[in-house]
């Protein structure tokens, strides 16, 4: 999803690798593993990652062993995303850190465009389509099932607005930038008339029944 804010700075990503000196200890053999969580975070963003900016800082964990302590990371390779400890110890998950940069890139820009995050066998996700394309709202569609930076992203977006507990399901709209919600807000929005169904899932914001 594009951000409205490109000017946003990029986020931080620390790499400790198994490498450097102290007193007269020295690295001599290199880590294989820190390495290759290199060669993930490159590659991660180049593709998963694209288009979010991210800027990589690189240290010798025996140099500076004592940096990543408080937060926690005292085994390389560790991997710091924004400050926090998402990996350490062995080859870095590219899912894990495809999570980390969306959740901390979400929470500093804002959406733009028409968005709808959905999934394939969704009849909500299919009767929003159906509202949009009456209206004639171009729209981008992201299926959270194949893409993970689409449910990433998602639940990214929609968990500070509806809670860290409250359950998110599919559809879930943007429009002009500004959160809708699922099938049945887009419709009210449209001034679309929303048959009562008792076997409809609820989203994640519809209204609690009086």
């Given at each position: 999803?594009?951000?409205?804010?490109?000017?946003?700075?990029p986020v931080a990503v620390t790499l400790y690798?198994?490498?450097?000196?102290?007193?007269?200890?020295?690295?001599?053999?290199?880590?294989?593993?820190?390495?290759?969580?290199?060669?993930?975070?490159?590659?991660?963003?180049?593709?998963?990652?694209?288009?979010?900016?991210?800027?990589?800082?690189?240290?010798?964990?025996?140099?500076?062993?004592?940096?990543?302590?408080?937060?926690?990371?005292?085994?390389?390779?560790?991997?710091?995303?924004?400050?926090?400890?998402?990996?350490?110890?062995?080859?870095?998950?590219?899912?894990?850190?495809?999570e980390a940069v969306i959740d901390a890139w979400?929470?500093?820009?804002?959406?733009?465009?028409?968005?709808?995050?959905?999934?394939?066998?969704?009849?909500?996700?299919?009767?929003?389509?159906?509202?949009?394309?009456?209206?004639?709202?171009?729209?981008?569609?992201?299926?959270?099932?194949?893409?993970?930076?689409?449910?990433?992203?998602?639940?990214?977006?929609?968990?500070?607005?509806?809670?860290?507990?409250?359950?998110?399901?599919?559809?879930?709209?943007?429009?002009?930038?500004?959160?809708?919600?699922?099938?049945?807000?887009?419709?009210?929005?449209?001034?679309?008339?929303v048959e009562p169904n008792p076997d409809r899932?609820?989203?994640?914001?519809?209204?609690?029944?009086?």
């Amino acid at each position: 999803m594009p951000a409205t804010e490109p000017t946003a700075s990029p986020v931080a990503v620390t790499l400790y690798r198994w490498a450097g000196a102290w007193g007269p200890f020295k690295v001599k053999i290199p880590c294989g593993e820190c390495s290759l969580t290199l060669d993930v975070i490159q590659d991660t963003m180049a593709h998963e990652l694209d288009g979010i900016p991210v800027a990589v800082d690189i240290h010798d964990w025996l140099s500076e062993w004592w940096r990543p302590l408080p937060k926690g990371g005292w085994h390389a390779p560790i991997v710091i995303v924004e400050g926090r400890l998402v990996s350490q110890g062995h080859a870095l998950n590219r899912g894990v850190l495809t999570e980390a940069v969306i959740d901390a890139w979400a929470r500093r820009s804002a959406p733009a465009g028409n968005h709808l995050f959905g999934k394939e066998t969704c009849p909500h996700c299919v009767r929003a389509k159906s509202y949009l394309a009456e209206a004639g709202i171009d729209y981008a569609y992201h299926d959270v099932v194949r893409d993970p930076r689409a449910l990433y992203e998602m639940l990214a977006r929609v968990k500070p607005i509806v809670g860290p507990k409250t359950p998110i399901t599919v559809p879930q709209i943007w429009l002009d930038g500004a959160y809708v919600g699922g099938a049945d807000m887009l419709g009210e929005l449209l001034d679309r008339e929303v048959e009562p169904n008792p076997d409809r899932g609820r989203c994640s914001l519809s209204p609690k029944a009086a």
